[in-house]
Antibody
Framework: EVQLVQSGAQVKKPGESLRISCQAS????????IGWVRQMPGKGLEWIGI????????RFGPALQGQVTMSADKSISTAYLQWSSLKASDTAIYYC??????????WGQGTLVTVSS | DIQMTQSPSSLSASVGDRVTITCRTS??????LNWYQQKPGKVPKLLIY???SLQSGVPSRFSGSASGTDFTLTISGLQPEDFATYYC?????????FGQGTKVDVK
C-alpha cells in the first residue's frame, strides 16, 4: 500500500527556519517525483514544485521559487520542504504527493504550518 | 505558464442532479488534465486523470471529457458524499497549475 506520512504541525515565529518531511512507503521511492502543494487558510490548491528523489532535481512554481528548498534522501525514502526565514504569509497546510507524470495520485495527510509572532 | 480558468466557482445542487464543472486552459494541453475532489478538512483525492480516465476506486458517476482547451467534469446523479470542492490541474508542463476550485453545496 502506497503511503506518504508527513511530519506534524508546526508553530513558528517570523524569521525562524523550518523543515517538514514526507516519508514514502509501499512503492519504489526513486521511480516517482514528489510534489508539494500549498493550501492557505480558506483558499484553493497551489502547486509549489516537484523534486526527483534520485538526484534532488527540482522544478518550482512561481509563487515560492527562491522562498523554499525541496530535497530528498533516497536512503530513507523521505522528501523535505525547507524554509530559511518564515513569514506570516507562509501559514498554510502543505501536502506532499506522489507525482506520476504530473498526476498527483497519492497524497500525504498534510502538515499545518502556522507562523505568528 | 499555463493559466486555468475553472467555472463556476460555486454551485448549488440536489441529490440526484447532474452536475457539470468546466476548466479552460490558456493553451492546448492535449489531454493532460486531471480532476481532484476535496472535502472540508480532508486531503484532496484524485478522481480523473488524462481528461477522462477514472482513477481506481472512483465511482462511475464521475466522468471527464475534453474538447480543445475546454475540459468538463460531470457527476451523473449527485450523491450526498459528493458535496465537496473540485479542482482541475494540468500536467502538460511545469508549473503544474491548479484551477481555482468549484464548491458544490446543497441547494
Amino acid at each position: 500500500e502506497v503511503q506518504l506520512v508527513q511530519s506534524g504541525a508546526q508553530v513558528k515565529k517570523p524569521g525562524e527556519s523550518l523543515r517538514i518531511s514526507c516519508q514514502a512507503s509501499g512503492y519504489s521511492f526513486t521511480n516517482y517525483w514528489i510534489g508539494w502543494v500549498r493550501q492557505m487558510p480558506g483558499k484553493g490548491l497551489e502547486w509549489i514544485g516537484i523534486v526527483y528523489p534520485p538526484d534532488s532535481n527540482t522544478r518550482f512554481g512561481p509563487a515560492l521559487q527562491g522562498q523554499v528548498t525541496m530535497s530528498a534522501d533516497k536512503s530513507i525514502s523521505t522528501a523535505y520542504l525547507q524554509w530559511s526565514s518564515l513569514k506570516a504569509s507562509d501559514t498554510a497546510i502543505y501536502y506532499c504527493t506522489r507525482s506520476r507524470s504530473g498526476i498527483f495520485d497519492y497524497w500525504g495527510q498534510g502538515t499545518l504550518v502556522t507562523v505568528s509572532s | 505558464d499555463i493559466q486555468m480558468t475553472q467555472s463556476p466557482s460555486s454551485l448549488s445542487a440536489s441529490v440526484g442532479d447532474r452536475v457539470t464543472i468546466t476548466c479552460r486552459t490558456s493553451q492546448i494541453i492535449s489531454t493532460y488534465l486531471n480532476w481532484y475532489q476535496q472535502k472540508p478538512g480532508k486531503v484532496p483525492k484524485l478522481l480523473i486523470y488524462g481528461a477522462s480516465s477514472l482513477q481506481s476506486g472512483v465511482p462511475s458517476r464521475f466522468s471527464g471529457s475534453a474538447s480543445g482547451t475546454d475540459f468538463t467534469l460531470t457527476i451523473s446523479g449527485l450523491q450526498p458524499e459528493d458535496f465537496a470542492t473540485y479542482y482541475c490541474q494540468q500536467s502538460y508542463s511545469t508549473p503544474y497549475t491548479f484551477g481555482q476550485g468549484t464548491k458544490v453545496d446543497v441547494k
